[in-house]
């Protein structure tokens, strides 16, 4: 069976974003072992042989890969597989780290919440080797976990998120963060801005603006003489929006009282007598009308 030979093959390997890398692989064994590259994490291998002419290969066959002008995201493990129909086939890994100073990316820099809610702020970082990440307020001193914020870092391969929680949002809490990142080939960061989203107090239940008082009352007398009216007594309201002020058969003068006011049109007990009047009255509260009905 093949057998690699550790001497003659490249061991892990670290080099600047934008170089070039060569993997070497050697194995011996009879008949003469055939050599594959790929990456353990299964994503293509990058080749170029030119600025245009780049392809995209699950797999590689060849002693040496050299990969030309190497990306982050060409960064991982890869496998380096000897094999010559005898079994078993055997492999080794050799793992490129590609260095790059940090680059920080903010999905929101302008984040707004009510007051007394719990308020997440977010950046993105990118970087080789490892980075020194925190958080700052107004650029002052750096904001440390506990019970106000809440500070989380996930980090995976070379990225790294970011999280900065404030607990009870408020007044104090307004103002610009930043995220601030740093390694041993550079420095970056980013902002939030962070303002209060004023909510709108919702109208109490109840309130009679833009309202109809729709309420029945009992007929007037035969002599069509106008009574007062006890309106706190069953009231029905009914929501109608926008109202005006409107006439209906009699119209009740706001400046005189309700005992002053006759029938415009005469109710008499015996045309009438039996029959349902309606009075439509307007009052001074703005945007209310009262629509009285007076049935027997």
């Keep these: 069976p093949p057998d690699i030979t550790d001497e003659e093959t490249s061991s892990d390997i670290t080099v600047q974003e934008g170089e070039n890398a060569t993997l070497v692989c050697h194995a011996a064994g009879h008949p003469a072992p055939r050599i594959l590259w790929r990456r353990e994490d299964g994503e293509s291998l990058i080749l170029r042989k030119g600025?245009?002419?780049?392809?995209?290969?699950?797999?590689?066959?060849?002693?040496?890969?050299?990969?030309?002008?190497?990306?982050?995201?060409?960064?991982?493990?890869?496998?380096?597989?000897?094999?010559?129909?005898?079994?078993?086939a055997v492999s080794k890994r050799i793992t490129l780290n590609v260095n790059f100073a940090p680059v920080v990316?903010?999905?929101?820099?302008?984040?707004?919440?009510?007051?007394?809610?719990?308020?997440?702020?977010?950046?993105?970082?990118?970087?080789?080797?490892?980075?020194?990440?925190?958080?700052?307020?107004?650029?002052?001193?750096?904001?440390?976990?506990?019970?106000?914020h809440s500070i989380v870092e996930n980090r995976t391969s070379y990225k790294v998120h970011l999280k900065l929680t404030i607990n009870q949002f408020s007044r104090g809490d307004l103002g610009t963060y930043m995220c601030v990142s740093t390694n041993s080939l550079g420095h970056a960061d980013g902002t939030v801005?962070?303002?209060?989203?004023?909510?709108?107090?919702?109208?109490?239940i109840g309130s009679t603006e833009n309202q109809i008082f729709t309420l029945s009352v009992p007929a007037l007398e035969a002599t069509g003489d106008a009574r007062m009216v006890d309106l706190a007594n069953d009231i029905s309201l009914t929501t109608i929006a926008p109202m005006q002020s409107m006439m209906e058969e009699t119209v009740l003068d706001q400046s005189s009282t309700m005992q002053d006011v006759q029938a415009e049109r005469g109710v008499n007990s015996g045309a009438r007598k039996g029959a349902s009047s309606r009075v439509l009255a307007s009052f001074m509260a703005p945007f209310l009308s009262v629509l009285v009905h007076v049935v027997r």
């Design 51 to 88: 600025l245009r002419d780049v392809t995209k290969v699950d797999t590689f066959s060849g002693d040496t890969l050299t990969l030309v002008k190497l990306e982050r995201r060409q960064m991982g493990a890869y496998l380096c597989i000897a094999s010559n129909d005898v079994p078993p």
């Design 105 to 148: 990316k903010v999905p929101n820099q302008l984040l707004g919440a009510p007051f007394g809610t719990n308020v997440s702020l977010e950046c993105h970082v990118e970087a080789f080797p490892n980075t020194i990440n925190y958080w700052v307020k107004n650029r002052g001193e750096m904001l440390l976990h506990g019970t106000k």
């Design 193 to 204: 801005r962070l303002y209060e989203i004023k909510v709108a107090t919702p109208m109490p």
